[in-house]
């Protein structure tokens, strides 16, 4: 077991339940029995009945996904728990919970028949292209070895008809204590954790002569190979090469400089690639390298590329010959020491966040040690090993790497891409003759392409502070500037080395006229691909290299803004990057045309997915087809026009007279006033703007649609319940309450009772403006067959909720899953920058958040009820089907 104390989140505790069994060691009859296990611990244990696990939890303010779930790899199988420390039963429970789950299952006939239409029903979902491709692409990547034929979602054919017996074998087997790890970490003492383990543990004796549990080696192949597959409903072309090694765990000081030098090799090659894909006519759309462990018996050195129609053998060469430019002529200084800066950054930030990492982090790390067993270093001992190491690491060190990590032996390519009219996949023979090209191209050195210039040059004359604000309550001050722009300030310690930011103003794209739609609407787009001043975006980010600073512009319906974050050391720096937003736009014409071809390859292909098809026909009826709602293709690039958008760009951020600036973390308030004085007041002043009504309409009516797409066995559900609605904090409150409680019944009835979805959502959104609306949606993936009953199950528990009132459990989850998260909220940065900007915007006091445990308590069954009668009474229901082409 692992015990530790950590305080993020205040009051809750992570349980991890990690059993070193997963998919790898089932048996041919057994396959997707390890998954349907992990299903099988929600639907009854020793002292829980089906639902009643789930019920409690939820009762107590834990949400059966965020904070209760599972998951099923090859080699492992893990049950994630987050309890709250302030309730000494629920501790109690979580244990008992645990415990359950590693010995006390039920697995009782009548629950696993019917649990087999939820798992069916999970595979059936994850049934697309994607996994059609990857389920050719296993065998060979991982050829010869028990994973190739081990997939954790397992065969249909064995989950429609597999013993039940099967499933216990499964669970007696491989289900006990040296299998076993208990992982207790946060906010509460550790000895009475350890207490806790050993008082619901200890009692479980050990097998008698247990299985061996088996390793499963990945076997070498000197030859190169290649696994090419395409697919009539894929929506890109890649090209992947993967170099297979012994799995490599850092155990000693040598072993963790190993694995700097290999991040400083695999950081440096994919700036490289990234450089290269911002230029005019790139090989490809997008490349990557990387190093990891897909499974307990090899690591994999990993070069790839997305590319465009009939570009595999181009990106393919490319990807190969930059990694062989390393070889012949290894990496720059400049290079490696803008990279170094960069680790030391991260690796000082985390230290400096030590006390505020989240307890996830730690849960991790221990999970790793146990399943891999990987030694995890502390933040403390990494600094140090850090300053003690990078030092010392040379171009030698690094650029040997590309010799050890690409080999002509345990080499797997994997080529796969769109089956289509123009496009001709390669060869096998085509794809192997790339490596002998590569080592026959006459290279040159790379050439470090650095701007060092000051990333402002002349500033105006600094700005004003003229007033002052405070809003003791929620401890907010608000700054009125002399240029008229307003700052707010909300001084947390949540995190010492965090500052976020989001500026915004009123306006957006819907001050253009349809003509300049489209150039406005991609504005920030190819405003944030250019780079800003006399920087190009390659040139901009080595620039920053080791700083933790970030500043980018967006261009909305109805307004404008910047979102940025960073260290307070480099506030400054995030203040510079601001400035030159509003000041020095500029179109980098090599940045657009890359991002224009990147943009049309997908655009080529996205129809042949068919959600995307579904997905299109559900905006352009709902929003009546206007022309700002539909949905892009490749024609839509050619109303494109670049300077026309930097034109519109430097309109709507000519001035700052009218934005509002809102700052959340840990700054110095002195220094930010002078850095706000600074980079802020002297930016341009300029009129108030504000958005024009861009008059899209929802669809009203009823409304049934159906889309036939795909050649999968299944289909796709969306219901939409719209209408107008008094936009106030009470309202809102009501709906998404009422909502909460919708979401529960639906998966009760829908998934646990009918079996007939893996999951069901549902969820609201409200709009203020242009004109105050509601919209309520309702989504669940399907069998065919099983969608005109699905359908008519929602209506009735739609029903239900209106005509009578829910049992008092459903009020108590709705109440306690809302305070619990209000909690973990108010001790984040992104919750206060989220909803102090939602006030601002909306024009309601920023003191209202203070009000929340009063609206909660407030709440009854009777609100509940009631808003159902009024969201669901609207004569606006929309229901969008998505069938197989092949069915009538």
């Known amino acids: 077991y692992y015990v530790r104390h950590n305080g993020k989140p205040a009051n809750r505790l992570e349980l991890r339940l990690v059993v070193r069994t997963g998919s790898v060691l089932e048996e041919d009859d057994q396959q997707g029995l390890a998954h349907f296990l992990e299903h099988m611990a929600f639907n009854g244990t020793a002292h829980y009945d089906k639902q009643a696990l789930v019920d409690y939890l939820e009762g107590i303010g834990m949400r059966f996904g965020p904070d209760l779930n599972a998951y099923t790899s090859f080699d492992e199988t893990v049950y994630k728990l987050q309890l709250p420390t302030d309730n000494a039963e629920a501790l109690d429970a979580g244990f008992r919970i645990l415990c359950d789950w590693a010995f006390g299952i039920r697995n009782d006939s009548e629950e696993i028949d019917a649990e087999r239409g939820v798992v069916i029903e999970e595979w059936r979902g994850r049934r697309g292209a994607g996994q059609r491709i990857w389920d050719k692409h296993f065998e060979i990547l991982f050829h010869g070895s028990q994973y190739a034929v081990r997939r954790p979602i397992g065969k249909k054919e064995v989950l429609d008809t597999f013993d039940h017996g099967r499933l216990r074998d499964f669970y007696n087997t491989w289900y006990r204590p040296e299998l076993t790890a208990v992982i207790a970490v946060g906010d509460f003492n550790e000895d009475a954790l350890v207490a806790k383990i050993r008082e619901y543990f200890s009692e479980e004796p050990a097998r008698k002569s247990p299985t061996e549990r088996p390793h499963f080696d990945m076997p070498d192949h000197e030859e190169r190979l290649v696994s090419i597959v395409t697919d009539a409903e894929a929506t890109s072309s890649s090209v992947n090469i993967y170099y297979k090694h012994e799995v490599s765990l850092p155990r000693t000081v040598d072993d963790f400089r190993r694995e700097l030098i290999e991040s400083l090799f695999t950081g440096m090659l994919n700036q490289r690639y990234d450089e290269e894909r911002q230029k005019a006519d790139a090989p490809f759309l997008g490349a990557y390298t990387s ?345 839509t690039l050619e109303e494109m026009d670049a300077e026309r958008s930097l034109q519109l760009f430097r309109e709507r951020f000519e001035s700052a007279g009218d934005f509002t600036f809102l700052f959340v973390g840990n700054f110095d308030t002195g220094e930010l006033e002078s850095l706000v004085e600074k980079y802020v007041a002297s930016l341009p002043a300029g009129s108030d703007e504000s958005w024009r009504d861009p008059d899209v309409r929802p669809a009203a009516g009823k409304i049934d649609r159906t889309v036939r797409k795909g050649v999968d066995p299944k289909s796709r559900v969306r219901m939409k319940f719209g209408g107008d609605i008094t936009f106030n904090y009470q309202e809102r409150y009501w709906i998404y309450s009422m909502v909460s409680a919708l979401r529960t019944r639906l998966r009760e009835e829908v998934r646990e009772a009918i079996g007939g979805t893996y999951s069901v959502r549902a969820y609201a959104s409200i709009d203020h403006y242009p004109v105050p609306w509601f919209e309520i949606n309702i989504g669940f993936g399907c069998a065919p067959d099983q969608v005109e009953m699905l359908i008519d199950a929602v209506r009735r528990e739609i029903e239900n909720l209106q005509s009578e009132l829910l049992e008092e459990s459903y009020l108590t989850k709705v109440t306690q899953t809302q305070l619990r998260e209000r909690e973990v909220s108010l001790e984040r940065n992104s919750f206060w920058l989220h909803i102090l900007h939602y006030y601002d915007w909306h024009g309601e006091d920023v003191k209202t958040v203070l009000d929340f445990e009063n609206y909660v308590s407030a709440l009854s069954l009777s609100d509940i009820r009631d808003t159902a009668r009024r969201c669901f009474g609207t004569p606006n229901v929309a229901t969008f089907i998505l069938r197989p082409e092949d069915q009538p």
């Open 291 to 635: 190093k990891s462990a897909y499974v307990r018996a090899s690591e994999f050195f990993m070069l790839g590329a997305e590319v465009s129609d009939n570009g595999w053998l181009r990106g393919m060469t490319a990807v190969l010959a930059e990694a062989a430019r390393v070889r012949r002529f290894g990496f720059t200084a400049g290079e490696l020491e803008r990279l170094k800066a960069e680790m030391m950054s991260g690796i000082e930030r985390a230290y400096a966040e030590r006390n505020s990492t989240e307890s996830r982090a730690f849960v991790r790390r221990c999970t790793r040690h146990f399943t891999r067993g990987a030694i995890s270093v502390g933040v403390e001992d990494r600094l140090e090993l850090y300053r003690q190491l990078l030092p010392t690491i040379e171009l030698a060190h690094v650029n040997i790497l590309a010799a050890e990590l690409m080999t002509a032996g345990n080499c797997v390519v994997l080529v796969d891409g769109p089956e289509k009219d123009g496009v001709t996949p390669p060869s096998k023979d085509e794809v192997l003759k790339v490596f002998d090209d590569v080592a026959a191209l006459d290279l040159e050195p790379y050439v470090d392409d650095v701007a060092d210039q000051p990333l402002i040059g002349q500033l105006p004359d600094a700005g004003r502070v003229m007033r002052r604000e405070r809003v003791e309550a929620v401890d907010l001050t608000i700054w009125h500037l002399s240029n008229g722009a307003r700052v707010m300030l909300k001084p947390t310690t949540f995190k010492q080395d965090e500052i976020l930011l989001h500026a915004w103003s009123s306006g957006g794209h819907s001050l253009v006229g349809d003509a300049d739609y489209i150039p406005a609407a991609s504005a920030d787009s190819l405003m944030n691909r250019s780079g800003w001043g006399d920087f190009s975006k390659a040139q901009l980010q080595k620039k920053l290299a080791g700083k933790t600073a970030s500043a980018s512009p967006y261009i909305g319906e109805l307004s404008e803004g910047v979102r940025g974050g960073c260290r307070p050391a480099d506030l400054e720096v995030m203040m510079q990057l601001v400035h030159l937003i509003f000041t020095a736009p500029r179109v980098d014409d090599e940045a657009c045309q890359a991002y224009l071809a990147r943009l049309r390859t997908k655009l080529e292909n996205r129809l042949a997915r068919p959600e995307a098809v579904f997905n299109d026909e559900i905006e352009v009826t709902m929003s009546q087809g206007h022309l700002r709602r539909k949905p892009w293709t490749p024609e």
